[in-house]
């Protein structure tokens, strides 16, 4: 079982912002990785959200709720979904 944080951008988005809090963010992200609980991350090609793969939804709670992102306006909504991997399990 893998859990998924996946954002949503406020129609608004203010780019200038995201490039401003993008290196903390992706220091946050580092921790995460460096943990072994942060799997995947990455925004889809439209602006339109992001998100991420981790091993344990705590972990992935404790990102968003630290995510200099979400803290500073970045994220209108986000939410946690349990993702059961296919490929990666036997049959």
């Known amino acids: 079982m893998k859990y998924v944080l996946i954002y949503e951008s406020p129609q608004d ?5 995201l490039r401003a809090q993008f290196p903390a963010h992706r220091a946050r992200w580092a921790v995460f ?15 339109e959200g992001a998100l991420a793969v ?9 990102f968003a709720a630290t995510d200099p992102f979400v803290l500073n306006g ?4 986000w939410h946690i979904q349990a993702w059961n991997e296919a490929l ?3 049959l």
């Open 13 to 17: 988005l203010d780019m200038e912002e």
């Open 33 to 47: 990785q460096d943990q072994g609980t942060l799997l995947l991350i990455g925004p889809y090609a439209n602006p």
């Open 54 to 62: 981790f091993t344990t939804r705590e972990a992935a709670e404790e």
């Open 74 to 77: 970045l994220v209108a909504r």
């Open 88 to 90: 990666l399990e036997p």
